[in-house]
């Protein structure tokens, strides 16, 4: 007989009796990302983490979710504006090229993620999938202002996305802290996972400004519509 494999309690939140649907608040437009450092491991003289609480397994499971959900969608974008703009523009070639393959990586990690603990991805992945391809290749026929519009739009969206989770686990850790209870790597390493990731979303975001994302023609109108979409998104992703 196979024995079952084994999970760590931190993340072993995928019995359908405890997960719960829950509605996570998006903080505003482009915070200022947190400086502080989670811890990676659990210090000598503390207790072995404790399982998490159904409405923290809830939390991760929605918000690991979104997040494969969103990183498919942003690799999806690029995939559909790259021929167009580096025809036009074959300077941008580097650039996309760089943007993508963090993307990729973002998607790949996810995907990991979701695999191992078993958590079901969004159940609209075929309509994020036409969705996000229709995004990428109209704002590429745009133009390139157009396309870097998207970009900073999406990014405005994700990168607060991004930083509303670590504020969430960092509060997680300062209270196991007090209490005298580990950390454990999952945690910490999930924690600066985020982080990492929440900071090369942003930098897309600069580099999208750099590009001249703010002379798209209507800007307001389409960057207020792509951001509207990326909420909806969000929220949906997360129950369904």
Known sequence: MTARPTYSPLFDFLAPSIVTSRRLHTSPP????????????????ASPPPPLT????????SALRVNQAGELAAVLIYSAQNPLLIKSHPH????????????????????TLLAKHRIRPTAL?????????????????????????????????IGGHY????????DWVEKLEER????????????EALRRIRDEELEHLD????????EARPYELLTEVIR?????????????
């Not at 482009?30 to 003289?45: E, F, L, M, W």
């Not at 993508?100 to 998607?107: K, N, P, R, S």
């Not at 036409?130 to 998207?150: I, K, N, V, Y």
């Not at 580099?207 to 703010?214: F, G, I, P, Q, T």
Request: contains cysteine; aromatic residues 8%.
């Open 54 to 61: 159904p409405s923290q397994s809830a939390f991760l499971d």
């Open 125 to 157: 992945y075929p309509v994020w999938t036409l969705a996000a391809t229709a995004l990428g290749w109209g704002t590429a026929f745009m133009g390139r202002e157009a396309a870097m519009a998207c970009t900073e739009a999406v990014e405005t969206e």
């Open 92 to 111: 941008l070639r580097p650039l996309m090229k760089h943007m993508y393959d963090q993307e990729a990586g973002h998607f790949a990690f996810f995907n």
């Open 30 to 45: 482009s915070p200022p990302p947190i400086d502080a450092s989670p811890p990676t491991s659990t210090p000598k003289n």
């Open 180 to 191: 005298g209870e580990g950390v454990g790597e999952e945690l910490g390493g999930l924690v």
């Open 228 to 240: 509207g979409g990326c909420r909806g998104a969000i929220w949906v992703s997360e129950r369904v």
């Open 163 to 170: 930083n509303e989770q670590v504020r969430v686990l960092l």
């Open 207 to 214: 580099h999208a400004v750099e590009n001249d994302a703010k």
